[in-house]
């Protein structure tokens, strides 16, 4: 899967950007505040639809003034396909081929796995982003998990509501039996989705070589979900686990006015050695547990594509040596994968050898280093 062409307009301080892309390495640099991160974002947003750093679309647009547009074209097996992202007055518009297309629809036309320093939050914050982590990797894999998720969400909603109110009011109406079964029915096909994907990460996880990760470093992957009985039985068996679960959780879930246990409650584990890095990771370990990850997930889609998607990466050097750039730069080059990475350090702008295309950033405008 290849980006063969970019075009982008009043997306934050870049004007207008025209690009064409090489099959393989680009390396964009350039000082910070340039444009580098909006020359990848604008990528992230012709293929998903969605910024990796804000949810709120007016932030994109340029402070002169939008409509904000992101065009592109992408050559697969498939064949040729356009692109298009805009926003106008706080309104997204998804294009594919000239026509109108809802998210769904739109996604898998180019599939993108990204290492920002936005992504750093999954394994800092709290559990709700590795939650996050985990349904945008089903996502690329199967976009109608986003009904999934929204049903569970609805359900959910509705649920907490009526607990509210029956604790205000005491009521002692038969709904909750209704959203109890409801919701054990929205929980079993998250969970499972959720459960078979980190199954499959780990596995990928397993297989990374010495030369993509510090000497005797082992990742690490734990999906710890909730309940945790969960976990342990067969995915046709989930929906009466959930039933059961909620039935019992009742009373403590009226007394809280909310649902105390769910799929909203998951959490992943992640580890380097047996380090718990959301406690104990120091940075150089965190960085090096998301390049894990992402390129456990980059295996995944190539091998559910038969195409390997797009990577793109900010600040390439972070903790990374040269021999450790090099071996990163290899590996995506070995799996097929297009990649665009930015680096603020003039120096290794000119040392990555393996790069097809090196660009400069400045000022919002792009050109060929």
Same mark, same amino acid.
Request: net charge positive; aromatic share 4%.
């Given at each position: 899967?290849?980006?063969?062409?970019?075009?982008?307009?009043?997306?934050?301080?870049?004007?207008?950007?025209?690009?064409?892309?090489?099959?393989?390495?680009?390396?964009?640099?350039?000082?910070?505040?340039?444009?580098?991160?909006? =020359?990848?974002? %604008? &990528?992230?947003? @012709?293929?998903?639809?969605?910024?990796?750093?804000? /949810? +709120? *679309?007016? #932030?994109?647009? $340029?402070?002169?003034?939008?409509?904000?547009s992101?065009?592109?074209?992408?050559?697969?097996?498939?064949?040729?396909?356009e692109?298009?992202?805009?926003?106008a007055?706080?309104?997204?518009?998804?294009?594919?081929?000239?026509?109108?297309?809802g998210?769904?629809?739109?996604?898998?036309?180019?599939?993108?796995?990204?290492?920002?320093?936005?992504?750093?939050?999954?394994?800092?914050?709290?559990?709700?982003?590795?939650?996050?982590?985990?349904?945008?990797?089903?996502?690329?894999?199967?976009?109608?998990?986003?009904?999934?998720?929204?049903?569970?969400?609805?359900?959910?909603?509705?649920?907490?509501?009526?607990?509210?109110?029956?604790?205000?009011?005491?009521?002692?109406?038969?709904?909750?039996?209704?959203?109890?079964?409801? =919701?054990?029915? %929205? &929980?079993?096909? @998250?969970?499972?989705?959720r459960?078979?994907?980190? /199954? +499959? *990460?780990? #596995?990928?996880? $397993?297989?990374?070589?010495?030369?993509?990760?510090?000497?005797?470093?082992?990742?690490?992957?734990?999906?710890?979900?909730?309940?945790?009985?969960?976990?342990?039985?067969?995915?046709?068996?989930?929906?009466?686990v959930?039933?059961?679960?909620?039935?019992?959780?009742?009373?403590?879930?009226?007394e809280?006015?909310?649902?105390?246990?769910?799929?909203?409650?998951?959490?992943?584990?992640?580890?380097?050695?047996?380090?718990d890095?959301?406690?104990f990771?120091?940075?150089?370990?965190?960085?090096?547990?998301?390049?894990?990850?992402?390129?456990?997930?980059?295996s995944?889609?190539?091998?559910?594509?038969?195409?390997?998607?797009?990577?793109?990466?900010?600040?390439?050097?972070?903790d990374?040596?040269?021999?450790?750039?090099?071996?990163?730069? %290899?590996?995506?080059g070995r799996?097929g994968?297009?990649?665009?990475?930015?680096?603020?350090?003039? #120096?290794?702008?000119?040392?990555?050898?393996?790069?097809?295309?090196?660009?400069?950033?400045?000022?919002?405008?792009?050109?060929?280093?």
């Amino acid at each position: 899967m290849h980006l063969a062409e970019l075009r982008a307009r009043n997306l934050r301080n870049v004007e207008r950007l025209e690009l064409s892309f090489p099959s393989g390495l680009t390396v964009v640099g350039g000082a910070n505040g340039q444009g580098k991160t909006s =020359l990848l974002e %604008a &990528a992230y947003l @012709l293929a998903t639809g969605r910024s990796f750093r804000t /949810r +709120r *679309l007016e #932030e994109l647009v $340029a402070w002169r003034g939008g409509p904000l547009s992101v065009t592109g074209r992408v050559v697969g097996r498939r064949g040729s396909v356009e692109l298009a992202v805009g926003v106008a007055a706080g309104e997204r518009t998804l294009l594919v081929n000239g026509a109108p297309r809802g998210l769904e629809s739109f996604l898998g036309r180019l599939d993108v796995v990204d290492l920002t320093a936005e992504r750093m939050a999954v394994l800092r914050g709290g559990p709700e982003e590795r939650r996050r982590f985990l349904d945008r990797g089903v996502v690329g894999l199967d976009p109608t998990h986003l009904r999934v998720i929204g049903e569970y969400r609805r359900t959910l909603g509705q649920r907490n509501a009526l607990l509210r109110q029956r604790r205000s009011s005491g009521s002692a109406s038969g709904q909750l039996d209704v959203w109890d079964e409801r =919701l054990a029915l %929205a &929980a079993a096909p @998250l969970h499972a989705r959720r459960r078979e994907y980190a /199954r +499959r *990460l780990a #596995e990928k996880l $397993a297989t990374l070589g010495p030369d993509l990760l510090p000497a005797g470093v082992q990742p690490r992957l734990a999906y710890k979900p909730s309940p945790p009985a969960a976990g342990e039985v067969a995915a046709e068996r989930l929906a009466s686990v959930f039933m059961d679960r909620v039935a019992n959780c009742r009373d403590r879930d009226r007394e809280l006015g909310h649902t105390s246990e769910g799929p909203h409650r998951d959490e992943l584990a992640v580890e380097l050695n047996g380090v718990d890095l959301r406690r104990f990771g120091s940075a150089g370990q965190v960085r090096a547990a998301m390049i894990a990850l992402k390129l456990g997930k980059l295996s995944l889609l190539s091998d559910e594509r038969g195409d390997a998607p797009l990577f793109l990466m900010d600040d390439f050097d972070t903790d990374l040596d040269d021999a450790r750039m090099g071996a990163l730069a %290899a590996h995506l080059g070995r799996a097929g994968s297009q990649a665009v990475v930015a680096t603020s350090k003039e #120096e290794v702008l000119g040392r990555i050898g393996a790069a097809e295309l090196k660009l400069r950033m400045q000022d919002g405008e792009v050109r060929v280093a």
